[in-house]
């Protein structure tokens, strides 16, 4: 991989760089292209920002990351509420367009991030109806099932309310909020960031899990915004179902047809 640790094996190792810091191998011999890449070039993005709390990177290869070291702690209700109002600042970032300069990777699921102006354009193109498209190739998602998502598809415009492309993470589900040591959350595992929807961002937050409220709280006292967005989350999180139907199979067919179900 890199340098500093050529011999370690797959996965997370935690090591000392020479001038003493600690730090966190993260390594993926014959990741798939770019995957590494993509990862470095959205968590940098992130702390660009400088508002919400972001991994740094110490030293990039094709294989691997080697991380600053995060330690593990417990998120105190002041550090979930300090999370949720710089997650809104770090939504202010606005894009010249959805999209990113790059293309990503969202777990292992390819991410197409061809800019695009219109967000309902790009969220029905390059994350519905691409992953819909592939689950239907690989006979994981049938007929009748993609041509519901066709329909979501082509009314996304009826579905979701005009918001501008903003800086995202893209796949924060709630175990890519890390708890440091000292209590405070930092984003990890950056390969999906993109400019998109804000609201998609939070619905993800609900996916598996979610925040505490004071999270919710502070972020919507932030960014100005009321709780209406919970009511298309599940349309959101629709790209994420059929992503983990690609990735991991049929155990997600189910939760991909309640919502279209709800949605369909």
């Known amino acids: 991989m890199v340098s500093t640790c050529p011999t370690l094996p797959d996965g997370l190792h935690r090591l000392a760089l020479a001038d003493g810091r600690a730090a966190v ?3 993926r011999r014959g990741a798939p292209d770019g995957f590494f890449a993509a990862e470095a070039r959205g968590l940098e993005a992130l702390r660009a920002t400088r508002t919400i709390r972001v991994v740094a990177i110490h030293e990039a290869a094709a294989d691997g990351l080697v991380l600053e070291d995060l330690g593990a702690g417990h998120a105190r209700d002041e550090d979930w509420t300090r999370a949720g109002a710089r997650l809104a600042a770090l939504h202010r970032s606005r894009g010249p367009a959805f999209g990113f300069d790059a293309d990503g990777w969202c777990g292992d699921g390819a991410q197409d991030n061809r800019w695009h102006d219109d967000g309902h354009a790009f969220f029905a193109e390059r994350r519905l109806r691409a992953q819909a498209e592939r689950a239907a190739t690989s006979g994981r998602l049938g007929a009748d099932d993609l041509r519901r998502v066709e329909r979501i598809a082509a009314t996304l415009a009826d579905r979701v309310p005009p918001m501008p492309p903003v800086l995202i993470h893209g796949d924060l589900w709630l175990g890519n909020l890390h708890a440091c040591a000292n209590g405070e959350l930092a984003l990890i595992d950056g390969g999906a960031v993109h400019y998109g929807w804000a609201e998609a961002e939070l619905a993800m937050l609900t996916l598996f899990g ?4 004071r999270f919710f709280a502070a972020y919507a006292a932030e960014a100005g915004i009321d709780a209406s967005w919970r009511e298309r ?3 959101y999180n629709l790209y994420h ?10 155990g997600y067919l189910g939760a991909v047809r309640r919502a279209l179900d709800r949605w369909a």
Do not use: Q
């Open 25 to 27: 191998a993260k390594i």
């Open 210 to 213: 979610e925040p505490p409220p």
């Open 233 to 235: 989350a599940s349309l």
């Open 241 to 250: 179902l059929l992503n983990h139907l690609n990735l991991f199979g049929a």
